[in-house]
DNA sequence: GCTCGCCTTGACAAGGTTGTCATGCCTTTA
DNA sequence: TAAAGGCATGACAACCTTGTCAAGGCGAGC
C-alpha cells in the first residue's frame, strides 16, 4: 500500500498551488524553470504518480487506447500490441484489448465498451477494421480510430497498410529471377482485400516479363492450410505441373510444402515454394519458407502514432494515413529452376 | 458523442436519488423491488452506462484486470487473453496488457503501472510468473494477483495449473499402448518447472510399465526446434534407435519430425512422434502431431475468476488454487509400432 | 512615471460515481 | 401500546485531477 500520494502533497512539498504541479506534469508552457524544477523534484521525492482515473473524470484524456480484433492469428495479434504498446508507453498511455465475436452483433459489442470506457482511440486489425457497423459507432461516439490494413473504403478513416501488391510483384519477380516461367498462384480468401491486390501484383510481374499467366495454374485458397494443400493436391496433380508455387499466406504455403513432401518433390530442387506473411511456422518447416514480412509493430506502433499526435481528427482533408515497407525474406524453399 | 447521459438522469427518470441507483446499479442489498425495476427500466431507456472512471475515483474497484507477459508464444498469449476476457466481461471488467521487457529491470516496469492504473488484480504467465521481484512488487502494493503454471513457491500465491505430470505419464502410456517399449525423451529448457515434471511423468510411466529408461535414449533440449531437431539427429542416428519419440514440447516435436523427414523414416510407422502443448504447428505438419493440450483458455478464465471473487485475499491458509485437466489429442504422428 | 499587456500563479468549481451517515417508516417484541 | 430494530431511501462529502478565470508581478513603450 506505498500508494496514496496525491497531487496535494507535491503541492505542499514543492511550496507551490496543485494548478502548477498539474501544469508541469501536463508540460503545459508558463512555469517558471526554477519553479518547474522545484516540482519535478517533489515528485521524484514522493515517487508520485497521477491517478489515472481522476485525471480522466476530470480532463478530456483517458490515457487508454483500444486494439480491436476478431480472430486473425495470434501472431498478428501480439505484435500489434507490442507495437502499440511501445509506443504508447511513451506518452503514458496504455492498451485495452478488447477481442470481438464476429459471430455476434459486433457493433453492439463496441458500444458499451466505448460507452462506459471512454478510450481516447483504437486501432483496428483486419477484418474488423472492415465492419461498416463498428465504424458507425466509433463515429457516431466520436472515438477516433485507427485502421491496419484496411481493405474497403479507405478514405473514410486514417489507417497504416503495407504495399501488398508490390511485395507480391517482387516475390514474383524473385521466382523469374531464379529462371521460372511456370509459376503457379494460389490465391486468398476472396474477402480479404489482400487477396486481391497480393494476385494483382502477381499478374503485373508475370505480365511485365513476357511470361503468361496461366488460368490453370491459378487456384482459389482460403488462407488456411488445408486450402493450401487442396490447392497444392491440383496443381501437382497434372502433368505440366508449375516448377514454382507462391501462395498468398504462408500457412497455404505450409499446405503445398506437406504436398511436395507426400509427391517425394524436393524443395526447392524440384520445386520453388513461397508464402508470405513471416509467421512463426516459416521457420519451422523444412526447408524454411521464402516470404513475405509484413512490419506489423511498425505498423502497430504507427497507427498508435497517429492516434496520440491526434494526426486523424483533420477535417475536409483525405484522413491521414501511413504506407510501410515489407521486407522479401528469402529463405531455402525456393532456388534456381531445375 | 452520443455519451453523457449520468446517473442523475437516471435518477430523475425514476424518480429515486442518485445513491438508489447506484444501489441497483451494484446489485446492493436495500432496495424494494419495484424500485429496482423502475430504476433497471430507466437505465435501459436512456442507454445509460455508469463512467468507468468516475466509478473508479470514488470507489475502491477499477474494474481492470492486468495480463502481464514477457515473451511466451503469441498463442498462449492470445489464449489467455480470451479466456480472462470472457470470464472478465461477465462482471463488466476489462483487461489491459502489459507486455513486459525482461531483459531490462522488470519489477522497475511494473511499479509504475501500478501506481498510475491501480488495476483490481493482474494474471501473471510464465516466465514472469516467477520473477520473485515481481511478486514482490505487486505485494508491496497490495495488488492481488493470480500466477498461470508457477513453477517455483506454489505457496506463495493463488493460482492455476494443470497436471503436468499426468499428462506426461498418459502420453507415454499411449505410446507404450501402441506396443512401443523404447521411447526415446527429449527434455524441455532445465529451468523451466515443467520440464522436470514432464520428465517425471515419463520415468513414471515406464517404470511402471515395466520397461527401463535408457539413458542414451534421453537428450536433454532447450523447447526449441533446433534444440529438439539436434536432439533427434543424435537419437535417430544411432543403430538402436527408439521406435517412438516424446518431445516435451511440440516445437522439438516439429524438430524431429524434420530429422526424421530427412532420414526418409516414416512417421509413424518407422517413428512416432509425440509433442506437448498443441500449437498451432502441432496441425501445420504432416502427418499431424499427437500431442497434449493444455486448456489455456479455461485456465485464463479460473484466474480471472479468483480474482473476480476475492478467492486470492485469503489470510492464514494456503492460497487458492484450480488445477484443470488437460486433454491427450491423439493424431496422425503415433502408430502402432512397425 | 504611468499604462498596457504578457507571464506566472492560485482559488475554486467541475467531473460522475461511491461511501457514510442520518432519516423516516414499518414490523416485531415485550 | 410503547419501545426496539430492520429496511428503504436520501443528503452530502469524498475521491483526485483538470479547466476556468481572476489576480499579482514585472518589463516595455510612451
Redesign the pocket.
Known amino acids: 500500500m506505498s500508494s496514496?500520494v496525491?497531487?496535494?502533497e507535491v503541492a505542499r512539498l514543492s511550496?507551490?498551488?496543485?494548478?502548477?504541479v498539474?501544469?508541469v506534469?501536463?508540460r503545459e508552457?508558463?512555469?517558471?524553470n526554477d519553479?518547474r524544477t522545484r516540482v519535478q523534484e517533489a515528485v521524484a521525492a514522493l515517487n508520485y504518480r497521477?491517478?489515472i482515473s481522476?485525471?480522466s473524470?476530470?480532463?478530456?484524456k483517458a490515457y487508454l487506447i483500444g486494439v480491436f480484433f476478431d480472430n486473425p492469428s495470434p501472431a498478428y495479434v501480439t505484435d500489434v500490441q507490442l507495437g502499440a504498446i511501445a509506443r504508447c508507453r511513451e506518452e503514458g498511455y496504455h492498451l485495452i484489448v478488447e477481442p470481438l465475436d464476429s459471430e455476434g452483433d459486433v457493433a453492439a459489442q463496441v458500444e458499451p465498451m466505448l460507452h462506459t470506457l471512454r478510450m481516447d482511440g483504437v486501432i483496428l486489425t483486419p477484418p474488423v477494421c472492415d465492419n461498416v457497423a463498428v465504424l458507425d459507432v466509433l463515429e457516431a461516439e466520436g472515438v477516433p480510430y485507427v485502421r491496419l490494413s484496411p481493405d474497403q473504403d479507405q478514405d473514410r478513416s486514417a489507417h497504416v497498410r503495407m504495399d501488398d501488391v508490390r511485395a507480391a510483384y517482387e516475390m514474383t519477380a524473385h521466382l523469374i529471377g531464379l529462371g521460372h516461367t511456370d509459376i503457379g498462384f494460389i490465391k486468398g480468401h476472396p474477402e480479404h482485400g489482400a487477396s486481391h491486390l497480393r494476385y494483382e501484383g502477381y499478374v503485373a510481374a508475370m505480365k511485365e516479363h513476357g511470361h503468361a499467366v496461366r488460368e490453370d495454374h491459378v487456384e482459389q485458397g482460403w488462407f488456411s492450410f488445408r486450402s493450401g494443400f487442396e490447392a497444392a493436391e491440383r496443381l501437382l496433380g497434372r502433368p505440366d505441373r508449375p516448377t514454382a508455387i507462391f501462395a498468398s499466406n504462408d500457412d497455404m504455403a505450409l499446405g503445398v510444402m506437406a504436398v511436395a513432401n507426400r509427391l517425394r518433390l524436393e524443395v526447392p530442387q524440384s520445386l520453388s515454394v513461397a508464402g508470405f506473411d513471416d509467421t512463426p511456422g516459416a521457420k519451422v518447416v523444412w526447408p524454411q519458407l521464402t516470404t513475405v514480412r509484413q512490419p506489423i509493430q511498425a505498423m502497430a506502433a504507427a497507427a498508435a502514432d497517429l492516434l496520440l499526435t491526434g494526426a486523424t481528427r483533420a477535417e475536409g482533408e483525405a484522413p491521414p494515413s501511413r504506407l510501410l515497407d515489407f521486407e522479401l525474406v528469402v529463405r531455402e524453399s525456393t532456388g534456381p529452376v531445375g
Request: charge should be positive.
Open positions: 496514496k496525491t497531487i496535494h511550496g507551490v498551488s496543485i494548478k502548477t498539474s501544469r506534469l501536463n508552457p508558463n512555469v517558471k519553479t497521477p491517478n481522476a485525471r473524470l476530470a480532463g478530456s
